[in-house]
C-alpha cells in the first residue's frame, strides 16, 4: 500500500528557512512523480512545486521561485522542499502528493494519487 510522509514544518520567523520531506513507501512503480502543495486557513490547497524524479524536472509557483527548492533522493524514495527567506503568507499545512503526472498539469491536485497528511509551517513576523 502506498504511503507518503511528510515531516520538517515547524515554527520559524520571517526571513528564516526550513526543510521539509517526503518519504514514500509501497509504490510498486518507481517513476511517480511528486508535488509540494499548501493549504492555509479558509483558502484552497494551492501547488507549490513539483518534481519529475526520473529525469529531475522541476517547476515552482511564481510566490516561491527562487525561494523555494525541491530535490529528491531516489534510493531513499524521499523528496525534500528547501524553503529559504520565508514569509508570513507562506504559513499553511504542506502536503506532498504522488502521481504519474504530464509536466503542463503538475499544478493540479486532481492529478495526483496519493496524498500524505501534512505538515504545519508557521512563519511569525
Known amino acids: 500500500e502506498e504511503h507518503l510522509v511528510e515531516s520538517g514544518g515547524g515554527l520559524v520567523q520571517a526571513g528564516g528557512s526550513l526543510s521539509l520531506s517526503c518519504k514514500a513507501s509501497?509504490?510498486?512503480?518507481?517513476?511517480?512523480?511528486i508535488g509540494w502543495f499548501r493549504q492555509a486557513p479558509g483558502k484552497e490547497r494551492e501547488a507549490v512545486s513539483w518534481?519529475?524524479?526520473?529525469?529531475?524536472?522541476?517547476d515552482y509557483a511564481d510566490s516561491v521561485k527562487g525561494r523555494f527548492t525541491i530535490s529528491s533522493d531516489n534510493a531513499q524514495q524521499t523528496v525534500y522542499l528547501r524553503m529559504n527567506s520565508l514569509k508570513p503568507e507562506d504559513t499553511a499545512v504542506y502536503y506532498c502528493?504522488?502521481?504519474?503526472?504530464?509536466?503542463?498539469?503538475?499544478?493540479?491536485?486532481?492529478?495526483?494519487?496519493?496524498w500524505g497528511q501534512g505538515t504545519q509551517v508557521t512563519v511569525s513576523s
Open positions: 502528493a504522488a502521481g504519474w503526472i504530464y509536466a503542463s498539469k503538475w499544478h493540479l491536485r486532481e492529478e495526483y494519487d496519493f
Open positions: 518534481i519529475n524524479r526520473s529525469d529531475r524536472s522541476t
Open positions: 509501497g509504490f510498486t512503480s518507481d517513476d511517480y512523480d
